[in-house]
């Protein structure tokens, strides 16, 4: 059992959260404090809870969320600061935030920012675009934290605020410092005393045993040599962080474990004469540690491999991860990605092996096979030695993500000179990433042995490279090419550090250095405004306290009903097939299974989806990447074993669809095919000047909500009652699903929202698939019954954002005005509609993006595939039709050789013109935004600067790129609730849901102004079908206008009717009046309607109420021979309006922006050619992480930009910012462009979403990607598929 499982089902501590069970989001963080005999101190280090095997834990103190402080008692500041400075938005990566910090603080009460960065190495959040939680936590810091009072809004007369043209810009913090309680480490928990225990020098052997599963604690090396020989097969564990993994998610199972962590043998740490020794259970932090005195100590050409191995350590996993993981359990795993493998191989690192009555010394080889190692059975590392000196070291790790990321090719390089001279005498290369184990390139080393270290001697390092680091085309892990071309080019980084050294003039092109930056980003926000109105007030998100204290309650976090089950799903494994056989027997007979429920135990109707009813909630006969049977267990682990144990029997049928080229070969697409067009086609590109052609893939995106869906479906017992507790953004559509699959009226159905850990459209359609599971087995069984997706099941089955791909005709003027575009888009919808033909609308109606062109043709093909069907994601289409149009917009620009913002400028719409769909454009903001942006980026310097920078650099590009956006907000459906009790209390319930973006709190600050009474006496709860009925998803960034106005309205309807009181009794006060009314509920609904009657046939009507606007300016930094990149700069100018939260707002905006920054820069889904999804949690799917967000970011909301068409002259803000990280794509492209005039090419080149590290280096062509060039399509089947 893990730790995390104990706490959370045993204990009831749910503050600490389960995020992915792999130790890849630090959702599950808690500090674990354990006394070191030998310093006589207690240590304190945060762990991962999800990968903390709870036998591991004899004599250790745990310290959870809940331990260090609560609303209700006193809040710990590291809590209150994270909430204050509004860095917590679902709140469901808050706990781990608060436990990484805490535990550094214990250690550290004054940190610096760079150990604050390094403690969040190994924590992810969704939501908030990382910068508040940096901010507020800088105050930690001896350095004082920015000033908070940026930019200015001028409040407009629906404000009441005296506008006066002098003063109108007033210093308006988003928070103040001041307020925060101050640290003081006296008052922290104390260690307990009856835990200071002597852990290294107790005798016996420890025993635990589960149920399936015997676990060993050895007290000496003798009695764990003599356990090795009496159980050779047992499983060593110290860390867990493999050995975790391979039992949760490769199913295996190691019935025996010996765990060596407390032998004093396995933990000691000797400085010899040759280097330093390291026991084998030595933690990678403690490795770190001594490393890092050594360093300081030693002269520089002695330390030069424990630099390397620091630097590798820098960016290995997380931090909580190091603080477990052992050196040994690195090198055992014997893994071909490992990071201190190809250093210890290159350094010439010895191990030390022992059995019973036997030791061996010798050095560290490549491993046998594909982790596998020459140990034998009874055999144990003991420890391991690190030499001092190589004359000239170094280490690289190339990762797609920098931060906590495994390797893509990682590498250890070593070269001596014979003395005297640079004619190489020994020379050391190896490579992980490259083949199944870790490989040493000998054949390059010893062809370069005796040869003079110069320009020669690299050409024929490159060329022998090439040949002897191949790969097949086929080879697991893809990226052939790019993996290839790494090996050269790392050496290429090791040959000029080298020749740096041994040359102390300047070398043109110097290896380019990734130092991390630390983090200073600023916002600006807008305010002035009289005391007692919270609208327009940076008012903390209401829950965020409570999500800081681990308080907040989310539906996994509901007790455990006494008689409940738990489900786990089982899905199809083959893409197209129909079921021959499904055989339960094994899995119904394992312990803790109650039943399996099939297709057949459906009461109702089988047939679900959100709009039209194109799909099955269980399999019946004809299968695609779909749910198939569920088994329902006393315990999620016994579900979950039992679900292993199912077999299915397929036969498989063609064609497989999987991509969109598939689709497009097989014409398999969702009917009908969109089309808007306006002005003539034929005539625009007569007119042009040039006509040019493109085609741009984007991929697609996970939504990775930290929470993944979940739902409780409790059974009332009469007339098919049941009510659900779920994590839904659209209660009505779970509540009819649901009632259709049981067969029973919607009115006997409840859903209940109280919150959810993010959601971002992925909780909007596809979470009813699993309700509807979930409420059918509780219905069979009449018991409730609960499921929380893992992580992987959730990244299987919930589908995300489409991928799309574009073609492209733009017809054009010498001045790069736009006169004509035909535009074809097709998207991979997955096996079934769900809303896919209104995602590609979005796109169609976002085709031009801020663009005014007079001859438009769009078309768009919705894909029908056999991939789970993909669904809404934040800008719900609108991200991909945008970035394809500014590719070709990018295009145009190269082609003509003008700056790219000159020709967005250029076309760039004007007050008054119309949308390619006919719309107006009124009260356009457009040219504002842009004229900002570019003044408070310093757009003119920065591009000279960046000149400057590439002219005097070969290897590492600067590029700068300013993109607009122009988002429609179309209305849907919502309604208010609203009750006032006798005590003047208020309870509100409106029919959005709160997802973290704040909802609860702009509409209570709605509330609080329509009344006139303070926020404090207003309270939401939860959302519910039987409060609000009938209303549309919280989705399309409408909430705030929608509910607000529905509450707006139910507020003034009760105000009406308190006016009598009010006339009868002026001098009283709100609970006078309230006290004496009659009437004190007030039921509002409010329907407004999707497009608002838009004809696609005739292209006429409205599809949008208003449009927001935004601009962005960012700065990037490649490194051409790697392709990674940094985010130095960007500027963000956006209208909102008249901003009804500028703290909630801006955190939108941020959070909005860095998920754009995934989805344009990062984030790359993999699937197999049959559709096997290979990216299935935070290990191998990357979200940005702290490091990535841009070293410098400025938010500047647009002031004096009313919109009289939403509440109190608000704007939506969830989804437009997403697009703004575009600027950071093109920013990329222009470095790019950079580089490839460096190697003579010019002119547009096709660039595809993500801008991934292997897209970068593949599209910056030179000299060491001319020698792996890649192998010829269609002669391979390759790894994995563009889909
Ligand atoms: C989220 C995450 C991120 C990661 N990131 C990285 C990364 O960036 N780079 C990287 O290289 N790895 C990474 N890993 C892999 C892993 O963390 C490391 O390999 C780690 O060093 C393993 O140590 P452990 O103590 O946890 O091993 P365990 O899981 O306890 O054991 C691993 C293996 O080593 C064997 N073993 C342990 N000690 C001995 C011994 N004394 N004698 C013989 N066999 C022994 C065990 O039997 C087992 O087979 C990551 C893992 C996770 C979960
Ligand atoms: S749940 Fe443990 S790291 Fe994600
Ligand atoms: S607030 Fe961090 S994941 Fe939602």
């Known amino acids: 059992m893990t730790l995390l499982t104990y706490l959370r089902r045993k204990l009831g501590l749910t503050g600490t959260k389960l995020g992915c069970a792999e130790g890849g989001c630090g959702a599950c963080t808690v500090m674990l404090s354990k006394y070191q005999p030998h310093l006589s101190k207690v240590l304190h280090h945060s762990v991962n809870g999800c990968l903390a095997p709870l036998c591991s834990l004899h004599h250790c103190a745990v310290t959870t969320v809940e331990g260090i402080g609560s609303v209700a008692g006193k809040l710990h500041p590291v809590q209150e600061r994270i909430a204050k400075s509004h860095g917590s938005q679902c709140g469901f990566c808050t706990p781990g935030i608060v436990m990484s910090l805490y535990a550094l603080l214990r250690n550290n009460p004054t940190p610096r920012m760079a150990d604050i960065e390094e403690a969040f190495q190994g924590n992810l959040c969704r939501c908030t675009g990382y910068r508040p939680i940096l901010e507020g936590y800088k105050t930690f810091t001896k350095v004082r934290p920015h000033n908070h009072t940026l930019s200015i809004l001028r409040m407009s007369k629906d ?50 045993r589960g149920e399936r599963v ?32 391979e039992m949760k998610f490769k199913n295996l199972l190691y019935p025996v474990i010996l765990a060596p962590g407390y032998i004093p043998e396995l933990n000691t740490i000797q400085h010899t004469d040759e280097g330093i020794v390291f026991g084998a259970s030595c933690s990678l932090t403690l490795l770190g540690d001594v490393l890092k005195a050594a360093v300081g100590k030693l002269p520089l050409y002695q330390t030069e491999v424990f630099n390397a191995v620091l630097e590798q350590l820098r960016w290995f996993a997380g931090l909580q991860i190091r603080n477990v993981a052992a050196i040994g359990g690195n090198i055992m795993t014997a893994s071909p990605i490992s990071d201190l493998n190809p250093v210890f191989m290159a350094a010439g690192c010895k191990l030390t092996l022992m059995s019973k009555g036997k030791s061996l010394l010798l050095s560290l080889q490549p491993g046998l096979s594909y982790r596998k190692t020459i140990l034998t059975p009874e055999e144990v590392l003991l ?70 270290w110069g320009e020669e001697l690299l050409q024929d390092a490159c060329s022998s490279l090439a040949e002897e680091m191949t790969l097949h085309p086929s080879a697991p892990g893809g990226m052939v090419t790019y993996r290839r071309t790494l090996t050269l080019s790392l050496f290429y980084k090791f040959y000029l550090t080298v020749q740096q050294k041994l040359a102390s003039e300047r070398i043109w092109g110097n290896a380019p250095e990734w130092k991390p930056k630390h983090l200073c980003p600023t916002a600006r926000l807008q305010n002035g405004q009289k005391e007692e109105d919270v609208v327009g007030r940076p008012m903390m998100h209401l829950s965020a306290l409570k999500q800081a204290t681990g308080e907040a309650v989310y539906c996994d976090d509901i007790p455990l009903y006494e008689n409940e089950l738990y489900l786990c799903l089982i899905t199809s494994t083959k893409a197209h097939a129909t079921i021959q056989s499904i055989d339960t027997a094994e899995a119904e007979s394992m312990p803790g299974v109650v039943t399996c429920v099939f297709a057949k135990d459906i009461p109702g109707s089988n047939m679900t989806g959100p709009i039209v009813y194109d799909e099955t909630v269980l399999a019946d006969d004809t299968v695609s990447l779909c749910v198939c049977v569920c088994v329902l267990a006393d315990t999620q682990a016994h579900a979950q074993r039992a679900a292993k144990a199912v077999r299915i029997t397929y036969q498989e049928l063609q064609p497989v669809i999987i991509t969109i080229q598939d689709a497009i070969t097989h014409q398999s697409f969702f009917q009908p095919v969109r089309t808007i067009q306006r002005g003539d086609l034929d005539q625009g590109f007569t007119q042009a000047d040039h006509i040019l052609e493109g085609e741009m893939h984007m991929g697609g995106q996970e939504h990775f909500y930290l929470e993944t869906n979940v739902t409780v479906a409790v059974p009332k017992g009469e007339d098919g009652e049941m009510e659900l507790f779920v994590s839904t953004q659209s209660a009505t559509k779970t509540q009819s699903l649901v009632a259709k699959a049981l067969g029973v009226p919607a009115s006997r159905v409840v859903i209940r929202v109280k919150r959810m850990g993010g959601g971002f459209g992925g909780k909007e359609s596809r979470s009813t698939t699993l309700s509807t599971v979930v409420a059918v087995a509780a219905q069979k069984l ?17 589908g995300g954002r489409h991928p799309f791909y574009g073609r492209y005709k733009v017809g054009f003027m010498k001045s790069g005005k736009v006169v004509a575009l035909e535009v074809t888009y097709y998207s991979n919808a997955g096996n079934s509609m769900d809303l896919s033909l209104s995602i590609m609308e979005r796109a169609l109606f976002h085709m031009e993006n801020s663009y005014s062109i007079a001859n438009i043709r769009g078309r768009g093909y919705v894909c029908k595939t056999h991939l789970p069907s993909n669904t809404a994601f934040r800008g719900f289409g609108g991200p991909q039709g945008m970035l394809i149009a500014e590719s070709w917009m990018s295009d145009v620009a190269l082609s003509l050789g003008l700056p790219a913002e000159q020709v967005r400028r250029l076309n760039m719409y004007i ?101 006139g009474i303070p926020s404090s006496k207003i309270h939401i709860t939860e959302t519910s079908t039987n409060t609000v009925p009938n209303t549309s998803p919280t989705a399309a960034s409408a909430s705030s206008d929608l509910n607000g106005a529905a509450v707006h309205n139910a507020c003034e309807i009760l ?164 697009f703004l990280a575009a600027s950071v794509f093109f920013a990329i492209k222009d470095a790019i462009i950079a580089a490839r005039k460096e190697s003579g090419l010019s002119g547009p080149f096709r660039l595809d979403s993500p801008a991934t590290p292997e897209r970068i280096r593949n599209a910056c062509e030179d000299r060491f990607t001319k020698l792996c060039p890649p192998a010829e399509p269609g002669t391979f089947t390759p790894w994995a598929v563009v889909v």
């Open 383 to 452: 420890c391991v030695l690190i030499p001092y000196t190589k004359k000239h070291f170094a280490a690289y790790k190339q990762s797609p993500r920098r931060e906590d990321d495994i390797s893509i090719v990682t590498s250890g390089m070593s070269v001596t000179f014979a003395e005297g001279s640079t004619v190489v005498k020994h020379l050391a290369l190896s490579y992980g990433g490259m083949a199944a184990t870790t490989v040493m390139a000998k054949n390059t080393a010893s062809r370069l042995l005796g040869k003079q």
């Open 1055 to 1218: 105000l009406h009717r308190l006016e009598p009181y009010k006339t009868k009794n002026p001098k009283g006060c709100w609970e006078d009046w309230v006290s004496t009314c009659q009437s004190y509920t007030v039921l509002f609904l409010i329907g407004w309607y999707h497009y608002l009657g838009y004809d696609f046939e005739t292209n006429t009507g409205r599809p949008f109420n208003y449009f927001s606007y935004g601009v962005a300016c960012s700065e990037v930094e490649i490194d051409c021979l790697t392709g990674s990149h940094k985010n130095i700069h960007t500027s963000i100018v956006i209208d909102v309006g008249n901003s009804l939260n500028p703290a909630l707002d801006i955190g939108q905006v941020e959070g909005g922006f860095m998920q754009g920054v995934g989805l344009y820069t990062l984030e790359e889904l993999k699937y197999s050619p049959e559709g096997y999804l290979f990216t299935r949690g935070p290990g191998m799917y990357k979200i940005p992480a702290f490091g990535d967000i841009p070293t410098d970011l400025t938010v500047s909301l647009l002031r004096d930009a009313p919109n009289d068409k939403a509440i109190f002259s608000s704007k939506a803000i969830g989804e437009p910012p997403l």
């Open 159 to 208: 404000h009441r605020l005296p506008l006066s043209s002098s003063t109108s810009v007033l210093p308006a913090p988003l928070y103040n410092p001041a307020d925060f309680l101050p640290l003081d480490p006296t008052q922290e928990i104390i260690f307990p005393p009856e835990l200071m225990v002597d852990t290294l020098t107790h005798q016996h052997t420890r025993g635990f």
């Open 214 to 245: 015997l676990w060993l604690q050895p007290a000496s090396l003798d009695q764990l040599l003599e356990l090795k020989t009496q159980y050779p097969n047992a499983k060593m564990v110290v860390g867990n962080t493999e050995v975790g993994i």
């Open 911 to 1011: 007050q008054g013109e119309r949308t390619p769909y006919s719309q107006i454009l009124d009260h356009i903001t457009l040219d504002r935004c842009w004229d900002q942006c570019l003044e408070i980026s310093s757009f003119t310097q920065r591009r000279a600067g960046i000149e400057t920078y590439n002219r005097d650099h070969r290897w590492t590009k600067r590029g700068l790129s300013v993109v607009p956006t122009k988002f429609g907000i179309s209305f849907t459906a919502a309604g208010a609730l609203a009750h006032i009790y006798t005590d003047g209390s208020v309870l509100l319930t409106h029919g959005g849901t709160e997802m973290g973006q704040g909802l609860n709190t702009k509409m209570v600050q709605v509330a609080s102004r329509t009344l």
């Open 782 to 798: 009449k018991r409730p019954v609960r499921c929380m997706l893992d992580r992987d099941e959730d990244m299987l089955v919930t």
